[in-house]
């Protein structure tokens, strides 16, 4: 109703501003909303669209340094300007801040950055998306023919890392019953059978592990995130999805990732519930410590470079993962994980499939194939871990 009534006002200049925009950069596709309840026109949030385009962010409560496409902009807190590339520019509304986020006014990604960094950012008003096509390409092709055998293994990293993995549930938590698994086999039992691989590829790959459970016992949520401190470089969570009976739950199937937010899709809501009900088998909460205790880590984390990280192993995971499952990527997703709010170091979740799928069930249950998707995962973490390296020595 609002919108409609606000339509009449708007000059021929103006543009009833989308309540998405949709940003595709590395392949990925990724929704950030815009909201227009701010009091200074359409502003989008700065933490997704960061994600979004690998950007960083920093602050000293006066400017805020923004790179995106290896492009620094500062923004004058509250006011309607940015500089970059020694040059100031003027914006429909000022960069602001509310609720401990940063916002920045929807013109600057609509218009500015498409045209001060032509032809990497394209924006299409019809379909609102912002596309970013990368980097110039590099004058010679790297060299594939001359040793470096093509299709590298992610090896050789160059220090010792230290890795948790967490097969979810065990003991008096079953997990999900596992429709499709062999008679008596569970998520449990499942989660730690490609748990136990999985360590052993990383230790094949000189990566120290540590596993929160190495047989069926359980571990209490909010204690599984604490193997993972000052020690360790990653967290991963391994589990199996698998959905209420309604008609044609049996159909869906594939493999996704999840990194710490608030849940957002109505999907991701369910997982989310799912996974977390395995609280109600251990001991009660210290007196309301669970949701505000999200609240805090979320608002810590918003621009906090292990929400960066953990959305990146998530996509490095759904892109090994992809090669030996063949059941559908369904991405990286975000949800308010017990298990993961209590990680002080990147953190993610893995659906490795649905148990209320035949064939998923069988992928995620015959030897061979969970040790094809050990040796992916392993494979991701490594991937990761080199990228890490490379990033803290230039440091
Ligand atoms: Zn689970």
């Known amino acids: ?43 989008l949030p700065a933490g997704p669209l960061l994600m979004a385009l690998n950007g960083t962010a920093a602050s ?5 340094d923004l790179t995106l496409g290896s492009r620094a902009y500062r923004f004058l807190l509250g006011a309607p300007i940015f500089t970059t590339g020694g040059r100031l ?36 008003r019809g379909s609102a998306r912002l596309t970013d096509l990368g980097p110039p390409a590099t004058t010679a092709e790297p060299r594939t023919a001359a040793g470096a055998p093509s299709g ?45 691989l ?29 193997f993972c401190t000052s020690e360790c470089d990653l967290f991963v969570s391994l589990h199996v999805n698998s959905l209420p009976r309604r008609r044609g739950y049996t159909s869906v199937r594939g493999f996704e990732t999840y990194f710490l937010a608030e849940a957002r899709t ?26 505000g205790a999200l609240d ?32 559908e990527n369904r991405g990286v997703k975000q949800a308010g994980f017990t298990v993961l709010t209590t990680a002080r170091r990147p953190a993610v979740l893995v659906e490795l499939g649905y148990a209320t799928n035949r064939e998923d069930a069988r992928v995620m249950s015959r030897k061979a194939s969970q040790e094809a998707l050990a040796r992916a995962l392993a494979d991701a973490v490594v991937a990761y871990l080199r990228e890490y390296e490379r990033k803290t020595d230039g440091r």
Do not use: C
Not at 200 to 225: F, H, K, Q
């Open 1 to 43: 109703m609002i919108a409609i009534l606000t339509m009449a006002v708007l000059t021929v200049a103006e543009v009833v501003p989308p309540t998405t925009l949709t940003i595709i950069s590395g392949g990925r596709e990724r929704r950030v909303p815009i909201r227009t309840d701010l009091g200074a026109g359409p502003v």
């Open 198 to 226: 999985l360590a052993r590829e990383l230790e094949a790959r000189g990566v120290e592990v540590d596993l929160t459970r190495t047989r069926d016992t359980l571990i209490d949520l909010r204690d599984r995130g604490g």
């Open 152 to 196: 590298m293994r992610e090896t050789s990293l160059q220090r010792v890392h230290k890795v948790t993995i967490d097969p979810g549930h065990g003991g008096v938590d079953p997990g999900n019953p596992g429709l499709y698994f062999p008679k008596g086999v569970k998520e449990k039992h499942v989660t730690l059978q490609i748990g136990l």
């Open 296 to 327: 805090f880590i979320l608002k810590d984390l918003q621009l906090n470079e292990y929400l960066r990280e953990s959305a990146r192993v998530a996509e490095l995971v759904q892109q090994h993962l992809d090669r030996p499952h063949p059941g």
């Open 266 to 291: 109505e999907d991701a809501v369910r997982v989310e519930r799912m996974e977390n009900e395995a609280v109600r088998f251990e001991r009660p909460a210290e007196s309301g410590e669970a949701g």
């Open 60 to 64: 000293d409560g006066v400017w805020i």
């Open 89 to 124: 520019h003027a914006l429909a509304a000022p960069a602001t801040v509310r609720r401990d986020s940063l916002f920045i006014p929807f013109q600057f990604v609509a218009e500015l950055l498409p045209r001060l960094q032509a032809p990497r950012f394209h924006y299409d």
